[in-house]
């Protein structure tokens, strides 16, 4: 559910994050990283295996952060975060040879586990309904992407428009969401952005000029260095929301009379 005083009426576009907005990233990463912890960290009982998917997500050193950036490549980062893991549960360290394995069991798990969330298929309803475009905007390749969607069923439904590959930068370089507009066909402030992040995304967002939307799952908060605060998120003008299912009436797209705010919650 959405809480406050949101938008209403005011977008002609709404532009996706992908992963853990759309799919189901958390729950794909954590069928890959057991599967590679059950190899690599033989040692660890099964019930540590939640802290070993925990680290990931945080990436507590940043390293996805450097690759979107462009300051190291996506090899170069998941090589450091994998030896990350290593490290702080008492495994060896990978060589070339031991990441290439890791990666083989890790990447070839994870592909077979992409699938969209449960709440998806409400926002794209609201969104067609309203006669509202959408495009999908990620920080990771636009043909990994491209082929992420099409597996979770949503590649008809979610062109994919922008991603690190555009500008060699991710989110929140304010570029990154601008071109997801110009291609959109949408002016930004009549476009919003909704993401799982409320730093990169919604924060970057609408420091782009969007309407910045934070999807604030419960229990799917990444951890690590970011802010993850919804009261701060708020007094920012930000809308807060806890399902993609909230996402038509805090935009104001499954109500009859446009143009004026909605209180919901």
């Not at 660890?44 to 462009?70: C, K, N």
């Not at 300051?71 to 994998?82: T, Y």
């Not at 959408?134 to 428009?161: F, I, W």
Request: proline fraction near 4%; charged fraction near 25%; charge should be neutral.
């Amino acid at each position: 559910m959405a809480r406050g005083v949101l938008v209403a009426g005011g977008v002609d576009g709404v532009l996706f994050d992908v992963d853990d907005t759309l799919i189901d990233t958390k729950a794909a990463f954590g069928q890959a990283i057991y599967a590679a912890a059950r190899v690599f960290l033989p040692h660890l009982p099964v019930e540590r295996y939640r802290e070993v998917l925990d680290l990931w997500r945080a990436d507590p050193s940043g390293h996805y952060r450097a690759y979107t950036r462009g300051e190291i490549g996506f090899d170069e980062q998941r090589f450091a975060r994998a030896n990350e893991l290593q490290a702080g549960f008492g495994g060896r360290q990978l060589d070339d040879a031991g990441y290439r394995e890791w990666k083989q069991i890790f990447w070839g798990t994870f592909e077979r586990a992409w699938a969209a969330h449960d709440d998806v298929r409400a926002a794209l309803v609201a969104c067609a309904r309203a006669g509202v475009r959408v495009g999908a905007v990620s920080n990771a390749s636009r043909a990994l992407q491209t082929e992420k969607l099409a597996v979770a069923g949503l590649g008809r439904a979610v062109p994919m428009l922008v991603g690190m590959d555009t500008f060699g930068v991710g989110k929140p370089d304010p570029r990154v969401f601008l071109e997801g507009c110009r291609l959109l066909g949408t002016t930004p402030g009549r476009t919003a952005y909704v993401g799982d992040e409320l730093d990169i995304d919604a924060g970057g967002a609408a420091a782009a000029g969007l309407v910045g939307v934070w999807l604030d799952r419960p229990g799917a908060r990444r951890g690590g260095p970011a802010l993850e605060d919804p009261s701060a998120a708020r007094r920012r003008g930000l809308v807060v929301i806890s399902g993609l299912d909230a996402l038509g009436a805090a935009l104001g797209l499954t109500r009859g009379s446009a143009g004026k705010p909605t209180t919901v919650g």
